[in-house]
């Protein structure tokens, strides 16, 4: 009899160390064929709804699974959408998160470059924006977004107005018409 309760509960310890190994890639495969689908309905009609769902799903997979591959591109993900929500704090955040936690992530000089355009655009912060324009020109001044880096420090705080009478004065419009 006693044999027969080790091997139980031995079996039972087994079944219970598969099942939370398991159960990880389980969760894993749910939350990402949540996040495509919600990607999928939001890309053709960005529901607010909808996008707010999507950000917490990227950053729910961000605390689930530490170290995944795909928490760079998830955040950057989150972060744009925020920002297109208009959630600046929240899309700041998840930049700064990008740059110092995944330096080596592709996209950190484009998370730099929309950090100051939420800065200078949204928040109305234009002297940190700047600082934040001029950063990326020192760290990466032959990406491609660098000469749109150095436009947006020359045109920080004009109003749509402002802009069009400065490219009608430089002879510009036929590009906005």
Wanted: charged share 30%.
């Amino acid at each position: 009899m006693k044999k027969l309760s080790v091997i139980i509960i031995f079996s039972i310890l087994i079944a219970a160390c598969t099942s939370e190994k398991e159960k990880p890639e389980a969760d894993k495969s749910q939350i990402v064929k949540e996040i495509t689908e919600l990607e999928n309905q939001v890309m053709d009609v960005p529901d607010p709804e909808k996008v707010s769902k999507l950000i917490a799903k990227y950053l729910e997979f961000e605390k689930a699974f530490e170290g995944d591959t795909a928490i760079p591109e998830y955040l950057f993900k989150a972060a744009v959408w925020s920002k297109n929500l208009m959630k600046s704090r929240e899309a700041i955040k998840i930049f700064d998160r990008i740059i110092t936690s995944f330096p080596d992530y592709k996209k950190v000089p484009m998370c730099l470059f929309y950090k100051a355009m939420v800065f200078g655009d949204d928040i109305g912060d234009f002297k940190t924006a700047k600082e934040l324009y001029l950063l990326f020109l020192e760290k990466y001044p032959n990406h491609d977004f660098a000469q749109s880096a150095k436009a947006s420090i020359e045109n920080l705080g004009l109003t749509p107005e402002e802009l069009v009478a400065k490219w009608e004065k430089e002879g510009k419009t036929d590009s906005i018409k």
